[in-house]
């Protein structure tokens, strides 16, 4: 009897530790924040909605729904984000200073493991260099999740992002991964990417807004242009558009913007823009950064951007909020 119960608590114990096969269970601490929240989520579709992950006494426990190997992003308060690889019943562990966030720990899966040395690797080199030895890692990695999100973060999403490049680092994760269904579409993608890039124009593509409005390519035409990607819980992108509702209104008829808002719900988008007055059209999908349009434009991240000539050339991509509201400025003086 002594032995069963012994058993019985012990299995209790290991189950209280762990989480069920449905879930991913996210637990750790962090210096420099006794106090606060962040955000997560999936960049490949697997979760439909932003989680909220609340810090308290400098640490954190959570339990997301995960049913597929997924990719969460981790959105801190400064807007900084790293990504998190999740599979279905495991755990992971983190620890973080909350001042030097890219030196992020993650432990409890090998493709964590992995990100977090390849994280401590470029904590202290330059840009140029991080890239190259991203490339590298993809190369000798090609079964790797983590070499899917370093082909994404340093050659697609980049603020200078290199499509050619993209699309040869792609082709033997294409062998490695014959059933990844997300790197057959990025794939796709690059390919009109790399078309796009080569002439410098945007892509041909027709959607509607989170209004039911018609969006497309032709709307452009004869203006300076702007695509910019924004969310209502990015503070950042918020005040961003609150700027660009006074250029576009000191230049009617002139310039032609179209925000992709990457909320998971169309009501909070639409909510947003009534409340702000923004007249020009938002698409919102609610497939985060894994809807079509997103995907064509080749764009990975909140606040990116791409500015067009009125000749229709694509002048700028991925700048920075000052840079990208004074290029749209010498756009619409010329």
Known sequence: ????????????????????????????????????????????????????????????????????????MLVFPNFSEQPVFADPGKSVDIKANASHLKEMEVTGTKDNESMTAFRQRIANVSPPEAKQLAAQFIKDNPASRVSNFLLRRYFVAAPQPDYQQ??????????????????SRLSKQLNELCAADLNGSLPDFSTVDAKGRSVSKADFNGKVGLVYV????????????????????????????????????????????????????????????????????????INDNIVVSKTGRVVAHGLGSKEMIEELKRQLAK
């Open 1 to 72: 009897m002594k032995k069963i119960s012994y058993f019985l608590l012990l299995t209790l114990v290991l189950v209280s530790c762990g989480t069920d096969s449905n879930h991913f269970k996210i637990a750790g601490r962090f210096l420099n924040l006794n106090q606060g929240e962040f955000y997560v989520y999936s960049i490949d579709g697997g979760s439909a909605a932003i989680d909220t992950i609340k810090v308290q006494g400098g640490r954190f426990s959570r339990e997301i729904e995960c049913r597929t190997p997924q990719t969460f």
């Open 230 to 301: 924004w969310s209502t819980w990015n503070y950042e992108s918020m005040g961003v558009l609150r700027q660009l509702k006074t250029v576009y209104r000191q230049n009617p008829g002139k310039l032609q913007i179209m925000g992709i808002c990457i909320d998971a719900a169309k009501r909070d988008c639409n909510s947003s823009t009534d409340r702000d007055s923004i007249a020009w059209p938002n698409v919102c999908d609610g497939q985060l950064f894994e809807g079509p349009l997103i995907g064509k434009l080749g764009i990975r991240g």
């Open 166 to 183: 993209a699309k040869r680092l792609i082709e033997p994760l294409l062998k490695e991964q014959k059933d990844n269904i997300m790197l």
